[in-house]
């Protein structure tokens, strides 16, 4: 199957600080990739849409300024969080579509990030 | 509003037993269906997809779609302690988005 990869898988920074996250889509092009966050023993929660070469779109309630989505190529998404704080730390997954026939969504591994 | 709707669970079941998963949607429009599914502190793992209705069997996994009912299912024959996760539903209804449910907990008891 496809595969995606996130990297990193853990990061650990301090509070104020600014957090990349990159999403690639290893052996496929994905026109459209997606950025959930997950909270312990929640669902996932989808934070952005973005399709390569426009302007990401935002869930309602996530604010664009403070997660910024690039969507820079056919295999690669990246999620920087500005600013980070306590509250920020979660659980981020990013997923790519494959664009042919039933659009199937293939995650990445995620991302653990825990803001001292 | 397009919803996809799960069974929170927890659904226990005895080892080698059939484990059996709904899922209900609301948009007649869907196109493809897709279940998920995602270990504790793991990411989602695609198991399986289905677009046309009636069955769909890969190995010990066997999809089954219902477009008049609005309703798809996953059925695991033979559950093994392994089978332990959270099972999300998915369901492509065009455009850019895809919708999940909120995922049924799966525990099989050895």
């Known amino acids: 199957g496809a595969v995606v990869s996130q990297h990193p898988s853990w990061v650990i920074c301090k509070s104020g600080t600014s957090v990349k996250i990159e999403c690639r889509s290893l052996?496929?092009?994905?026109?459209?990739m997606f950025w959930y966050r997950q909270f312990p023993k929640q669902s996932l929660m989808l934070m952005a849409t973005?399709?390569?070469?426009?302007?990401?779109?935002?869930e309602q309630g996530v604010e664009k300024d403070k997660f910024l989505i690039n969507h820079a190529s056919l295999t690669l998404s990246t999620l920087t969080v500005t600013s980070a704080h306590p509250e920020d730390s979660s659980f981020y997954i990013c997923s790519a579509r494959d664009g042919q026939g039933v659009e199937t969504q293939y995650f990445g591994p995620g991302t653990r990030l825990l803001v001292l | 509003q397009k919803e996809v709707e799960q069974n929170s669970g927890p659904l226990s079941v005895p080892e080698g037993a059939i484990a059996s998963l709904n899922c209900t949607y609301s948009?007649?429009?869907?196109?493809?269906f897709f279940w998920y599914r995602q270990y504790s502190g793991k990411s989602p793992e695609l198991i399986m997809f289905i677009y046309s209705n009636g069955d769909k069997e890969d190995g010990r996994f066997t999809a089954q779609l219902n477009k008049a009912s609005q309703y798809v299912s996953l059925l695991i024959r033979d559950s093994q302690p392994s089978d332990s996760a959270t099972y999300l539903c998915a369901v492509y209804t065009g455009g850019f988005k895809t919708i999940f449910g909120a995922g049924t907990r799966l525990f099989v008891k050895a």
């Open positions: 973005s399709n390569e070469g426009s302007k990401a779109t935002y």
């Open positions: 948009d007649r429009g869907s196109q493809s």
């Open positions: 052996d496929f092009q994905a026109t459209t």
